[in-house]
T-cell receptor, first 116, second 117 residues
Framework: NAGVTQTPKFRILKIGQSMTLQCAQD?????MYWYRQDPGMGLKLIYY???????DKGEVPNGYNVSRSTTEDFPLRLELAAPSQTSVYFC???????????????FGPGTRLTVL | AQKITQTQPGMFVQEKEAVTLDCTYD???????LFWYKQPSSGEMIFLIY??????QNATEGRYSLNFQKARKSANLVISASQLGDSAMYFC??????????????FGAGTRLAVHP
């Protein structure tokens, strides 16, 4: 199993550009999440999804959009990039269900995004 | 409001000694879970240990143990016999609600641990 994979690893954007951060998991997890981590800080939840076709906002959703058309994929879209979106972005997944013991979240390796 | 507080921005420990990283939390939920993650300089998030609010025993995973004091709302991570590879950022996180439900995690600001030889 590859676990949670993210592409790209690094990206530099100009102000106003758009891009999509890709995230995929092969663990058949129903829950998926996007977090951002600003320098010296903990992670903050941007969006999450409890299953294909279902998404909802987290703590800091402004400037982002998501979709979940399949169980495996959960892309994060940035429209009109701003310097405030310079951060490291982590995708995560977990399983919640009758057999879920404590719903540990598995994280991808992160995408380091710089907006200039 | 739900909150995680890690009051130690940085900690130093000598190799082979034990170290305690502090974490306090605030929640009005009766059912919740507490997690510790390690983030080495390479950036990935590594799950270390979990404690459920109804677990009577403190969680242990190898050299990691969680000192859970429910009345004080604290969930400190204890690392025994520190190794150089333990140098990293450590995050405490809380999941609210029951284990089978929505698994939103709230993270603290982290503690940077440096292990000296």
């Amino acid at each position: 199993n590859a676990g949670v994979t993210q592409t790209p690893k690094f990206r530099i954007l100009k102000i106003g550009q758009s891009m999509t951060l890709q995230c995929a998991q092969d663990m058949n997890h129903n829950y998926m999440y996007w977090y951002r981590q600003d320098p010296g800080m903990g992670l903050k939840l941007i969006y999450y999804s409890v299953g294909a076709g279902i998404t909802d906002k987290g703590e800091v959703p402004n400037g982002y959009n998501v979709s979940r058309s399949t169980t495996e994929d959960f892309p994060l879209r940035l429209e009109l990039a701003a310097p405030s979106q310079t951060s490291v972005y982590f995708c995560a997944s977990s399983y919640s269900g009758p057999s879920g013991i404590y719903n540990e979240q598995f994280f991808g390796p992160g995408t380091r995004l710089t907006v200039l | 409001a739900q909150k995680i507080t890690q009051t130690q921005p940085g900690m130093f420990v000598q190799e082979k000694e034990a170290v305690t990283l502090d974490c306090t939390y605030d929640t009005s939920d009766q059912s919740y879970g507490l997690f510790w993650y390690k983030q080495p300089s390479s950036g990935e998030m590594i799950f270390l240990i979990y404690q459920g609010s109804y677990d009577e025993q403190n969680a242990t995973e190898g050299r990691y143990s969680l000192n859970f004091q429910k009345a004080r709302k604290s969930a400190n991570l204890v690392i025994s016999a520190s190794q150089l590879g333990d140098s990293a950022m450590y995050f405490c996180a809380m999941r609210e609600g029951h284990p089978g439900g929505y698994n939103k995690l709230i993270f603290g600001a982290g503690t940077r641990l440096a292990v000296h030889p």
